[in-house]
């Protein structure tokens, strides 16, 4: 079955620390890729998508994500944390193959940056 | 531009009883999803619309949830009768379906259900 996998449920570092998240698809053809962050009681917001071109995606606020599609990874990264990063991380997938270009998200990667 | 709009943002209902959500995508989005987050888990899809037709509600519970949307613009999820596990945020989405960016979907803040 086609899904979207995160590797950590929960991530906790502290301030200035290095953060990559995994997430690798079972998708197979054409694939736009996105990462969703959840702050606190608020709404998901997009931090940054691939649709083709460079596989290194630059997003908001630091963060980048690198394409493997060999690995059928999207790994989300930021140099260094902040406190105001702690949220609920999640990567998405639309698939051409899925029916109607669903949307399909991950289980969610919890990180906690101490201050 | 204005986003998407949802509510009720908060509801608390007993079970057996029933609770419906309103949701009014950003103008000209023709794609309207419903999804259902449960605390610690991520977005599922619940159901999702193209203009006014049914595109994929295969993961709706369709004995007790049902969707609208008759115009092709705002859409309404009801529940009825509500169970314990229905407590979750009920997001809505809504995408442009067109253009380079055709497939960014734009999230509701999103309505949150407790069911005691």
């Known amino acids: 079955a086609q899904s979207v996998s995160q590797h950590n449920h929960h991530v906790i570092l502290s301030e200035a620390a290095s953060l990559e998240l995994g997430c690798n698809y079972s998708?197979?053809?054409?694939?736009?890729l996105f990462w969703y962050v959840q702050y606190p009681g608020q709404h998901l917001q997009l931090l940054l998508k691939?649709?083709?071109?460079?596989?290194l995606v630059k997003g908001i606020k630091g963060f980048e994500a690198e394409f493997i599609k060999s690995k059928f990874s999207f790994n989300l990264r930021k140099p260094s944390v902040q406190w105001s990063d702690t949220a609920e991380y999640f990567c998405?997938?639309?698939?051409?193959?899925?029916?109607?270009?669903?949307?399909?998200f991950g289980g969610g990667t919890r990180v906690l940056v101490k201050p | 531009e204005a986003g998407v709009a949802q509510s009720p943002r908060y509801k608390i209902i007993e079970k057996r009883q029933s609770v419906a959500f309103w949701c009014n995508p950003i103008?000209?989005?023709?794609?309207l999803y419903w999804y259902q987050q449960i605390l610690g888990q991520g977005p599922k899809l619940l159901i999702q619309?193209?203009?006014?037709?049914?595109?994929?509600d295969s993961q709706l519970p369709k004995d007790r949830f049902s969707a609208e949307r008759l115009k092709g613009v705002d859409s309404t999820l009801k529940i009825q009768p509500a169970k314990l596990e229905d407590s979750a945020v009920y997001l809505c989405?809504?995408?442009?379906?067109?253009?380079?960016?055709?497939?960014?979907?734009?999230f509701g803040e999103g309505s949150w259900l407790t069911v005691v």
């Open positions: 989405a809504s995408r442009p379906g067109t253009g380079s960016s055709g497939n960014t979907i734009y």
């Open positions: 998708y197979g053809g054409t694939v736009n």
């Open positions: 691939y649709f083709s071109g460079d596989p």
């Open positions: 998405a997938v639309i698939s051409s193959r899925a029916a109607g270009n669903k949307l399909t």
């Open positions: 103008s000209g989005h023709a794609t």
């Open positions: 619309f193209q203009n006014n037709g049914v595109v994929d």
